[in-house]
């Protein structure tokens, strides 16, 4: 891997590649639309066999053939690239990108509901930076991955707390509810200002790299 692209795998959220002789014999030809898949995979046997069949964002393909499996909207490798791609302009069309991952794993594995995450995400495309997305990115992705191996952890536990404590200021903040949440106006404050820091200095490393290549 190059200099230049470390820098941009440290902004966008690193997902585990999969290996060639992994997946070689269920890939499509062509490269543009290239799906990883299993033939025997439908929505009657999600239940069955959890670890194999996970549908973590659930967009019909497994974990272990999908090529983001908390981002929905990213299937097949041509998807995945296109997003890096407009991570890099820093953007994204049409709010595709998934920002909520940890909020999606929860969701996923019934420990937050559909509807906060929904009011979560739709706040997210509002209201969050993309700076701010991508600071959240760099931590949370590596966080769901030790989740998704550790779920028995009491700090699991904790991590839920305080996500849902933050959803239910967000539905305050969008009028869905007429409580607010002090802890996750706290969440909010540190969480957020964090993960904007983080996103500034992913840029600047970016900005300088790019400074030094000219």
Same mark, same amino acid.
């Given at each position: 891997?190059?200099?230049?692209?470390?820098?941009?795998?440290?902004?966008?959220?690193?997902?585990?590649?999969?290996?060639?002789?992994?997946? #070689?014999?269920?890939?499509?030809?062509?490269?543009? *639309? *290239?799906?990883?898949?299993?033939?025997?995979?439908?929505?009657?046997?999600?239940?069955?066999?959890?670890?194999?069949?996970?549908?973590?964002?659930?967009?019909?393909? %497994?974990?272990?053939?999908?090529?983001?499996?908390?981002?929905?909207? %990213? #299937? =097949?490798?041509?998807?995945?690239?296109?997003?890096?791609? #407009?991570?890099?302009?820093?953007?994204?069309?049409?709010?595709? =990108?998934?920002?909520?991952?940890?909020? *999606?794993?929860?969701?996923?594995?019934?420990?937050?509901?559909?509807?906060?995450?929904?009011?979560?995400?739709?706040?997210?495309?509002?209201?969050?930076?993309?700076? =701010?997305?991508?600071?959240?990115?760099?931590?949370?992705?590596?966080?769901?991955?030790?989740?998704?191996?550790?779920?028995?952890?009491?700090?699991?536990?904790? %991590?839920?707390?305080?996500?849902?404590?933050?959803?239910?200021?967000?539905?305050?903040?969008?009028?869905?509810?007429?409580?607010?949440?002090?802890?996750?106006? *706290?969440?909010?404050?540190?969480?957020?200002?964090?993960?904007?820091? %983080?996103?500034?200095?992913?840029?600047?490393?970016?900005?300088?790299?790019?400074?030094?290549?000219?």
């Amino acid at each position: 891997m190059t200099e230049e692209e470390t820098v941009y795998a440290t902004r966008v959220p690193a997902v585990l590649e999969q290996t060639i002789s992994e997946v #070689q014999t269920l890939r499509k030809v062509d490269s543009s *639309t *290239t799906r990883y898949i299993n033939p025997s995979y439908s929505g009657s046997n999600r239940g069955s066999d959890r670890d194999s069949n996970r549908d973590t964002d659930r967009d019909g393909v %497994i974990d272990k053939y999908d090529r983001d499996p908390y981002d929905a909207s %990213i #299937q =097949t490798e041509s998807d995945y690239q296109e997003r890096r791609a #407009q991570e890099r302009r820093g953007g994204a069309s049409g709010g595709r =990108t998934n920002s909520r991952i940890i909020c *999606t794993w929860l969701t996923a594995n019934g420990l937050m509901d559909k509807e906060d995450l929904t009011i979560d995400q739709q706040f997210t495309i509002e209201k969050i930076s993309m700076t =701010t997305r991508i600071g959240y990115w760099v931590w949370a992705y590596p966080l769901v991955d030790w989740m998704e191996k550790n779920k028995e952890h009491k700090f699991v536990n904790i %991590i839920r707390y305080l996500a849902q404590a933050r959803a239910n200021e967000i539905k305050y903040q969008k009028g869905y509810s007429n409580k607010p949440d002090y802890v996750g106006k *706290t969440v909010r404050f540190f969480g957020e200002n964090l993960c904007t820091l %983080i996103g500034h200095v992913i840029n600047v490393k970016e900005k300088l790299f790019k400074k030094g290549i000219n």
